[in-house]
């Protein structure tokens, strides 16, 4: 896949998040209960980075003054601000991020992006976080949905097809530490109702 395509694709993911971004609020506008252990070990003054933060809704678990959230969707942000208008909140990518943090967390964003861009997006996660500094990602554990394919485009909240590419939990586990992070705990979460099976990491810097 070029870069043309990959841009593309995210180009496509961006706008599929802003053209859904009342309707899945309006479902998912509280964190999941099952995800909340990743977040226990916040200090008070901690400065955390919500990658991708999306309606902002994993906030209710990091609730601190350093809290920085970033997301490409003009739209997801635009509630994020109304929701927490005390809180700093940036439509854009990692990189407009120009400080340094002790704890990242990126939940359910990987996923989006094409294999040949993820190691990319790490190596940007790497550069923002401080030395001992510890990266939290999850991602859906695609396995039944993809059919044994690993790039498959998925109707989200309406849309036509959003792109989505499918992990093994050790795949995902040998990308991180091939960025030159450490992976220190690896998983499997089920979180909802249905329940849907999740993969997460956690890394240190």
Known sequence: MGNDKVKKIIRETIEDYNSISEK???????????????????????????????NGRFYEFIKVKGYTGIDPSSKMIEICKKKYP???????????????????????????????FQKTFLNEVKKVLKDDGTLTLTVWNLKEKAKGKKEVYLPWY???????????????????????????????????KKPYSNFYIIAKN
């Open 86 to 116: 005390d809180c700093e909140f940036i439509v854009g990518d990692i990189n407009k991020i120009n400080k340094l943090f002790d704890k990242v967390f990126s939940i359910a964003v990987l996923h989006h992006i094409p294999s040949q």
């Open 24 to 54: 899945y609020s309006s479902v998912r506008g509280v964190p999941w209960k099952e995800l909340e252990f990743l977040f226990k070990g916040i200090k008070k003054d901690d400065a955390v980075l919500d990658l991708g933060c999306g």
């Open 158 to 192: 309406g849309t036509k097809g959003t792109y989505f590419y499918s992990f093994e939990l050790e795949e995902l586990i040998k990308l991180v530490n091939d960025t030159g992070l450490k992976v220190i705990e690896s998983g499997e979460i089920l979180v909802g």
